[in-house]
């Protein structure tokens, strides 16, 4: 694709492939979808495969979305074995999630490429510095609230997940923790949400891109077979496999390490990825 030789085709797909497994590995840490860690690399990868500026980040939050269904529903069947999901907060959010997703997936055919860097680096940072720094006042409340607020609640963390192509887990921890919750429960819970969110957003995302390729016809990496609207099938294949290996890992990791060295592991990592976005959005690229 794109003029690339052999030598450069095989290094993506290793690289994909090792991605694969690490977003699988944190998104049983972590109940995130592994959203956070495909993003950023996708973007290199269709960077160097030539996908224009306009399109790449939708293409990057499509497919990372489409991975995430695999490993998210792998990551919440080891989570839900250990009995650590609360099923009250599906309950309750199930709802007003998917009628989130569907609306960031609305904005996402008509948003310009740098809304979705600005979402996805606002919202990681903010995580970061909660999380990093742990100071245990920085508390909205004792518990989660019933009615209209926890509604809210949901329908942001349906729309903003959408937009940062992640499976929900970034925003519905950094909620459940700011409301006393236990991390290693957030991440479980998360775990579900990421279900939830994934599969109305990949489709979204095939609806929102569907004219990217008649707009960009001379781009291979948009074309069917090898997308369908804004989902990469190339990605998606080559990452796929192996995080469904390594997200029960990634399950029991989270379930062995404290409480602080598991928020301090997830905000560093969460500062890390968003400084990737902040480089491309003063450079432009």
Not at 80 to 86: C, E, K
Not at 95 to 110: C, E, F
Not at 163 to 177: A, P
Not at 203 to 219: E, H
Request: hydrophobic share 55%.
């Amino acid at each position: 694709m794109s003029g690339l030789a052999l030598s450069d085709i095989v290094e993506l797909a290793l690289l994909l492939i090792a991605v694969g497994a690490l977003s699988g590995f944190l998104a049983g840490a972590f109940g995130i979808g592994g959203g956070a860690i495909l993003v950023p690399v996708f973007y290199e990868c269709f960077r160097i495969a030539g996908v224009p500026l306009e399109v790449r980040m939708p293409l990057c939050v499509g497919t990372s979305l489409a991975v995430i269904i695999p490993t998210s529903i792998r990551s919440f069947q080891a989570h839900y074995r250990r009995g650590a999901v609360d099923t009250s907060i599906l309950r309750m959010w199930w709802l007003p999630i998917v009628i989130g997703v569907v609306a960031g997936s609305v904005v996402a055919r008509y948003a310009p490429e740098r809304l979705f860097k600005i979402v996805f680096v606002c919202v990681a940072w903010s995580a970061a510095v909660r999380l990093i720094l742990a100071r245990e006042g920085w508390k909205f409340g004792e518990d989660l609230p019933n009615g209209l607020l926890m509604r809210v609640y949901g329908f942001c963390v349906g729309i903003l997940s959408t937009l940062m192509g992640i499976g929900g887990g970034l925003f519905s921890n950094l909620l459940m923790t700011f409301y006393g919750r236990p991390i290693h429960q957030a991440v479980a819970t998360s775990s579900a949400l990421a279900v939830l969110i994934s599969i109305p957003g990949a489709l979204g995302y095939i609806y929102a891109g569907w004219p990217a390729a008649a707009n960009y016809p001379a781009v291979a990496a948009l074309q069917v077979p090898f997308a369908l609207g804004y989902v990469s099938l190339i990605g998606a294949v080559l990452v796929m496999p192996m995080s469904l290996v390594t997200a029960p890992l990634g399950v029991r990791a989270a379930h062995a390490m404290s409480k602080r060295t598991l928020e301090t592991a997830f905000g560093c990592y969460l500062f890390i990825v968003g400084s990737r976005f902040v480089l491309s959005l003063v450079g432009g690229q």
